[in-house]
C-alpha cells in the first residue's frame, strides 16, 4: 500500500466503525473492522488509483470528518483526547462514501474491487476483499449496521454518484 494512502484508510475505517459500531463484543469487532478496512482500502485506491496522487494526498491532506459528522449529526462531537483531532483529520470524506456504498451494495461493491485490479496499489500485493465482497454470515451480523442501506444512506449518498460514474456504470441499471 502506498504510504500516502495509509493514514487516510486507517482514519476513515476508524470513522465508519465508530459511526455503524458492532454490538458483539471484541470479535465481531474485529469482523467489522476488517469489512471496514477492506472497504475503505478499495475506495482509496478508486480515489487515489496512483502512487502520485497518493503523494498529492500526502502533502495536501484530505477534508477531514467535519462533513460526514455533521450529515450524522455529530457536529459537537466529544473528542476523547488531541489525539482524536488528529485522526479525524485524515479521514476522507469521499473514501467514507464511497466505502459506505461498497457495504450496502454488494454488486458496487463486486463491480469497485474489480476496477481496482490494475491500479498501482495492487501490485503491491496479494488483493483479497472477500469480506468485502462475500461476507460470510457472521460477517455480516458483526456489520449490520454498517452494510444496512437505509442506515448507511446518508453518508453513502454524499458521493454515489461519484462512484457511480468512476466505476462508469449506467446509473438508471445501479438503482
Known sequence: MTAGLAPVIAATTHWLTRAYPSDGGPAQAARLLAQARQ????????????????????MVGTGGSGG???????????E???????????????????????????RLAADAVAATAGCEHAEAGPR?????????AEDSR??????????????????????????????????
Open 128 to 136: 483479497d476483499f472477500g469480506r468485502l465482497t462475500t461476507p460470510d
Open 68 to 78: 460526514l459528522d455533521r450529515v450524522m449529526r455529530r457536529d459537537e462531537h466529544v
Open 39 to 58: 472497504a475503505a482500502t478499495v475506495a482509496a485506491w478508486l480515489r487515489y488509483p496512483t502512487s502520485l496522487d497518493a503523494g498529492l494526498l500526502a
Open 142 to 175: 458483526a456489520a449490520a449496521l454498517l452494510r444496512h442501506p437505509d442506515l448507511v444512506a446518508p453518508v453513502a449518498n454524499m458521493h454515489r454518484a461519484n462512484l457511480i460514474e468512476r466505476l462508469r456504470l449506467d446509473p438508471v441499471e445501479v438503482g
Open 80 to 106: 476523547d483526547d488531541a489525539n482524536d483531532r488528529i485522526w479525524r483529520g485524515w479521514v476522507d470524506e469521499i473514501v467514507a462514501s464511497w466505502a459506505a456504498c461498497l457495504l450496502s451494495d454488494p
